[in-house]
């Protein structure tokens, strides 16, 4: 009966991991209405959210004791429920919570019941079930898995008209999918010698995608997270060598970053990009004014971003695009939940990249190189889109990664207090 519920548990697991990456494409052959298609994929995550607590009352004691420890990370669920008081949409800042409170839970029972090297081991059959449906997609179904090539559904539908989403509904989503992909495939390369061979064919599977989305934002990330890896790695050195090579890094980096500001212009033709951003320099001027209209409180969660309908139709006005999303997870998260809200995430984060910097250097394994890279990998990401505190794969992450680094530290605590009692024990032996 066990291994008949573990497994059932690890394919609701698996399903649902693969849902969380938003796979609208997917959706499409269910519902061909966007309204429809919203509708689909809030009744999937009420689902999820009732199995989920099911499974959280299953293992209630082992989840419960955990999940009471991380206050940071519930104050930020609560401000979101009760920005529903102040929202400019009440009844999608209740809709959009529930969502998150959902999402959140599954993170929280993720991060819990399964330990890092597990949850890298479904993950990596999530990120390669997706890319193998988004290949056949791509080549058997192009109305679905080609941008263009079957329902339009904006201007940016036509203008990436023949290019690759795969089982997303945006060729940008497939390539930030796939980065993140990569990257644990890439782990897995370092980690696992038996079946290294499988994860190079998922790395090389999720960078052929990646290059095939056309997603220069994903792949400037993916470049960017792979080559700070040997600096991480360093952080395990004897101080004497550590810190020389991190000062080192961080002047390579700047000479860098000074060479392409200097020559930005030339960077961004080459990269097909013009001097605005594709236009985000007066999306972002325009939303820093509506941010300082409310500046304290935001907009409501998921109140502001509703069309013409929304405070989002000021920002339409000016940017003549029908922008769903501030291109900035920053400033997102600012307009829906104010600098209260977006202050308790960035406390929170600090303190989580804080733990995953001293986990590497406290241990040995590639594995425990995965929560600085995935912190990395998310905060270089939101620059630029805003994936940040969304009902998606990467709030399902980064809300597991808590839970599982919390788990690591109180074992390593305990292990060194058991040794450290039974050190007491001989001496009083001893002693006697």
Same mark, same amino acid.
């Given at each position: 009966?066990?291994i008949?519920?573990?497994?059932?548990?690890?394919v609701?697991?698996l399903?649902?991991l693969?849902l969380?990456t /938003?796979?609208l494409?997917?959706?499409e052959?269910?519902?061909?209405?966007?309204?429809?298609i919203?509708?689909l994929q @809030?009744f999937l995550?009420c689902?999820? #959210?009732?199995?989920?607590i099911?499974?959280i009352?299953?293992?209630?004691?082992?989840?419960?004791?955990?999940?009471?420890? /991380?206050?940071?990370?519930?104050?930020?669920?609560?401000?979101?429920?009760?920005?529903?008081?102040w929202?400019?949409?009440p009844l999608w800042s209740?809709i959009?919570?529930?969502?998150?409170?959902?999402?959140?839970?599954?993170g929280?029972y993720?991060g819990?019941?399964?330990?890092l090297? /597990?949850?890298?081991?479904? +993950?990596?059959?999530a990120?390669?079930?997706s890319?193998?449906l988004?290949i056949?997609?791509?080549?058997?179904?192009?109305?679905?898995? @080609?941008m263009?090539m079957g329902?339009?559904?904006?201007?940016?539908?036509?203008?990436h008209?023949g290019?690759?989403q795969g089982?997303?509904?945006?060729k940008?989503a497939? $390539?930030q999918?796939?980065?993140?992909g990569?990257?644990?495939?890439?782990?897995?390369t370092?980690t696992?010698?038996?079946?290294?061979?499988?994860?190079?064919?998922g790395?090389?599977?999720?960078?052929?995608l990646?290059l095939?989305?056309?997603?220069?934002?994903?792949? @400037?990330?993916?470049?960017?997270?792979?080559?700070?890896?040997p600096?991480y790695?360093a952080?395990?050195?004897?101080?004497?060598?550590?810190?020389?090579a991190?000062i080192?890094?961080v002047?390579?980096? #700047?000479?860098?970053?000074?060479l +392409?500001?200097s020559?930005?212009?030339?960077?961004l033709q080459?990269l #097909?990009? %013009?001097?605005?951003?594709?236009?985000r320099?007066?999306?972002?001027?325009i939303?820093?004014?509506?941010i300082?209209?409310?500046?304290?409180? #935001?907009?409501g969660?998921? $109140?502001?971003?509703?069309g013409?309908?929304?405070?989002?139709? %000021?920002?339409?006005?000016?940017?003549?695009? %029908?922008?769903?999303?501030?291109?900035?997870?920053f400033?997102n998260l600012?307009l829906?939940i104010?600098l209260l809200g977006?202050s308790v995430?960035?406390?929170?984060?600090?303190?989580?990249?804080?733990r995953a910097?001293?986990?590497?250097?406290?241990?040995?394994s590639?594995?425990?190189?995965?929560?600085?890279?995935?912190?990395?990998?998310?905060?270089?990401?939101?620059?630029?889109?805003?994936?940040?505190?969304?009902?998606?794969?990467?709030?399902v992450?980064?809300?597991?990664?808590?839970?599982s680094?919390?788990k690591?530290?109180?074992n390593?605590?305990?292990?060194?207090?058991?040794?450290?009692?039974?050190n007491r %024990?001989?001496k009083?032996?001893?002693?006697?």
């Open positions: 009966m066990n008949v519920l573990n497994f059932i548990e690890k609701f697991v399903l649902t693969i969380f /938003e796979p494409a997917l959706l052959i269910f519902a061909s209405d966007k309204n429809l919203f509708r @809030v995550l689902i999820i #959210g009732l199995i989920t099911a499974f009352i299953l293992y209630k004691k082992q989840i419960i004791y955990y999940a009471i420890k /991380e206050k940071l990370l519930w104050l930020l669920v609560l401000i979101s429920i009760f920005s529903i008081f929202s400019a949409k209740v959009s919570s529930i969502m998150l409170l959902n999402t959140t839970l599954f929280v993720f819990i019941r399964y330990s090297k /597990e949850q890298m081991q479904i +993950l990596a059959w990120f390669g079930v890319a193998i988004s056949i997609f791509a080549v058997a179904l192009p109305s679905y898995g @080609v263009g329902y339009i559904y904006s201007s940016q539908d036509i203008g008209r290019v690759w089982i997303y509904g945006h940008n497939l $390539g999918y796939m980065s993140l990569g990257l644990i495939f890439l782990s897995f370092q696992s010698i038996q079946y290294s061979w499988i994860a190079w064919i790395f090389a599977l999720s960078i052929s990646l095939i989305s056309t997603s220069k934002t994903a792949l @400037v990330v993916f470049l960017a997270v792979i080559a700070l890896i600096l790695k952080l395990r050195w004897n101080h004497t060598f550590a810190i020389p991190c080192f890094t002047l390579v980096f #700047g000479v860098l970053a000074t +392409l500001v020559n930005l212009d030339t960077v080459l #097909g990009r %013009d001097i605005k951003l594709s236009g320099t007066l999306l972002w001027a939303i820093g004014y509506k300082w209209q409310r500046p304290w409180l #935001g907009y969660y998921g $109140g502001f971003w509703r013409w309908e929304g405070e989002s139709a %000021d920002v339409w006005r000016v940017v003549n695009w %029908d922008v769903s999303h501030a291109h900035n997870g400033l600012w829906d104010g977006l995430f960035v406390v929170s984060y600090s303190i989580l990249y804080l910097v001293s986990w590497v250097r406290i241990t040995k590639s594995w425990n190189l995965i929560p600085i890279i995935y912190l990395t990998f998310l905060l270089f990401f939101n620059f630029t889109e805003s994936p940040l505190m969304k009902e998606n794969i990467f709030w992450l980064y809300v597991s990664l808590i839970f680094m919390h690591m530290s109180l390593i605590s305990q292990t060194y207090s058991f040794f450290q009692q039974k %024990d001989k009083n032996k001893i002693t006697n």
